[in-house]
């Protein structure tokens, strides 16, 4: 297994990538593979670290269909260093870079109307083509987001790894919703997803109410900018306890701006029984199951719910920025395993036996 | 009954209005009371139409609680003339008005916000007081929407009364979706408000598909601007028909502009099966029951759903404009039935026995 390249514009003919394959549902396999000719607007990024997100588990144990056929590399939440780059990306050699979740192609009807994020061309490493788990992964250089090479104390390349997605995700749902100083926001979910929006509405001065059923995520959302936490477990009301504090924060935004962090059918339930006039629902999180609900409460209420798929790679800098500035913490909501591992933590987050975001570091 | 009051300022104490009250759920009482003295910022309109909405049908007959207790006289699609006015309203005097189904208060956070649709203050003739089932009826003037005394061959001041409601929400609806002519509406429903949709969304030039499970609702929409025209009943793959008439209709607009119009479980669940990438589902009918869905879509398809409770009030003009100017046809929409047979033509409503949506007019 090769680990350091030369820095170069040509493709090593001797370089491999190392990486753990699915192969079928709940099936792994490990495979070196050469690094293959790489067109003009490609890059190879080594890999400092990947994220280990809901949607790889949805991949791997759920049955859902990778739009590339197996066997495939999974891994979407990818932080590395260019290591080589096809002709029209040279200047990207040697830089640290956040490969972003979701690449659009920037030249269909959706990304010249705004949309990036619905672009049918859209590329996405770890589903469209092998992805993060592994030592090198290939991408197009469109819309990388370039890292410092000095980085605060604490924080690594390969921990923002999780800006791709698990950070840039909430924040976009954030910035879509309008949030300001004079709102309520409610994050239903204070996992991988929640933990970061929580951080990132408190910083730009939202009140916030963090609401899960685990309590040590909800102490570490307490402790990054949840003005309220609630146990869904053991609250009776949780309607009431979200309207009560609204009330005490003296904010005068228009209705709760709430986000579905959970992923889960049951939060999903909480999220959309939070709706009151004007409020907006940003739906984050993923799940499968369906829920039911009155639909016609958003006529009632004047309500809004949107998802995101995504964000766009434009907004990345901006989210990055919060990282370098303190003002997202990621060190404490994630925990780094060694890429040779990747199997058995893949396993241990499908079982929920992980606490925080994981990351896998190749050696 | 008196119908013809003098044009004043001041409230003639022998002056009564004559209307249909609600007395219980399911029971209604012919009343005659007195106009009682009017505030400053009130007018007395004296009615020339009042449209009948499935939200009275909700009041009536299935206990959809009104904010004002019991009894009360409901009807809130009002047009008529304003025959007395409080001291700041004076400016209203003989002058035919269009009376906003929702009347913002345009002094609280919502309404300084450009919120007014959530508007806690708000009045709703019909469901905070007396509404227009009657000869005269007391509104606040603020948002009142003139109208030209001379109107084009064959609309009646009565008819224009559907514009406070069946027209100006879809509008409104239609206004937020940020329809232009490179996109593709949709609308689940071609009833009262779906068939005034239709019209509304053809004039912006958007290519438009209508579904219903009535042949004639379907025929009428297909006269006034679908270009589609689907019977739910009759197709197999509802889906299917959309997304090939959205292939071949040449628009590039991003996602499909989905309206539910129907106010139906049914229509619920056709309308965010339609979903696709981008997609805007706007809530526009209203049913208390609940519907199974997966929440999700929203987030992978990227897609928003939005409800709007009514229309603000300083849209009515627009509305009541493309009235005017031919681009919405109410008279093919609209049935006109005497004040007198109120209580036959709620229970015909009740039992979906009319095809149109009923205007009363008093005698």
New interface residues.
Partial sequence: MTTTLPAQSACSTSTTSKGLRLVAKGQFAWAETPLRELSPGEVIVEVAGCGVCHTDIGFAYEGVPTRHSLPLILGHEIAGRIVMAGEQARKWIRHSVIVPAVIPCGDC??CR?G?P??C?KQFMPGNDADGGFATYVRVPARGLCPVPDELPKGLTLAMLSVVADAVTTPYEAIRRSGLSVEDVAVFVGAGGIGGFGVQIAAALGAAVVAIDVDADRLELASAYGAALALNARECADVKSAVRSFAKQSGR?G??LKIF?TS?TAAG?QTA?SLLG??AHLA???????????????????????????GCPPDQYPNALSMVLEGRIHIQPFVEVHPLGEARQVLEAVHHHQLRRRAVLVPQ
Same sequence: chains 1, 2.
């Fill in positions: 009807d959706a109307s949309r994020t619905i049918r005068h228009i209705g579905e992923g999903q959309f006039p004007g739906i984050v999180g993923y799940t499968a199951q369906k829920i039911e609900l009155r639909l016609s409460n958003l006529m009632a209420f004047d309500a809004t719910a949107q998802g995101n798929w």
